[in-house]
């Protein structure tokens, strides 16, 4: 029954669709088709022969005890980088971020390599979020505040902190920062 969230969210991401696509498609409601994707309902007959039928699947692609082939590992290389996740220090100034990881339907951390020139900042963080983030500084040194607390993270230095509290970060220095973000949503 655990495997059941995750191929619908498969094969609703295979066809490109939102939650609320498929929710349409199948005349569920969007918060149940959440709900079974992240494995919080085990959907009722009925609800996974709407779903399977919305997304061209037979229902027991959703049942077998056949696990999809999917890679146990994304590997990253260098010159092939991503964009930084959608959402990470939006507002941010003075600083160059790549992705270096990104969730996929089995991962669920994403990671960012960012340089924070002298004066560069996160600006607004956005909405606070469940979930955890880590910074690990390579060089130079951040200032990081979280909920109200003051944090002098240098080379080889890491922070570990909830993301449902305020944070924000930047760059008091003279030379550039360079830093590894990883983020964790809950």
């Known amino acids: 029954m655990d495997a059941i969230g995750p191929k619908v969210r498969a094969a609703r991401s295979r066809l490109g669709l939102s939650l609320q696509q498929l929710a349409v498609r199948a005349d569920v409601s969007a918060a149940a088709v959440h709900k079974v994707e992240r494995g919080d309902m085990v959907p009722t007959v009925t609800t996974l022969l709407k779903l399977a039928s919305a997304l061209g699947e037979p229902v027991s692609s959703f049942v077998d005890d056949v696990t999809p082939a999917v890679p146990v590992a994304v590997h990253v290389r260098a010159g092939e980088r991503i964009a930084a996740p959608r959402g990470w ?92 973000w990883v983020r964790l949503d809950g």
């Not at 971020?97 to 340089?115: F, S």
């Not at 560069?120 to 979280?146: A, C, I, K, N, Q």
């Not at 944090?151 to 970060?169: A, C, K, M, N, Q």
């Open 89 to 180: 220090a939006p507002g941010a100034l003075g600083v160059a971020a790549q992705g270096i990881a990104a969730p996929t339907d089995v991962l669920r951390a994403a990671g960012v390599a960012a340089v924070v020139e002298p004066g560069g900042e996160s600006g607004d963080t956005g909405p606070r979020r469940s979930g955890e983030e880590l910074v690990h500084v390579l060089e130079g040194t951040l200032s990081v505040e979280v909920a109200g607390a003051t944090y002098e993270v240098g080379p080889g230095d890491t922070l570990h902190y909830p993301t449902d509290r305020g944070h924000s970060w930047r760059n008091a220095g003279d030379a550039a920062a360079r830093a590894i």
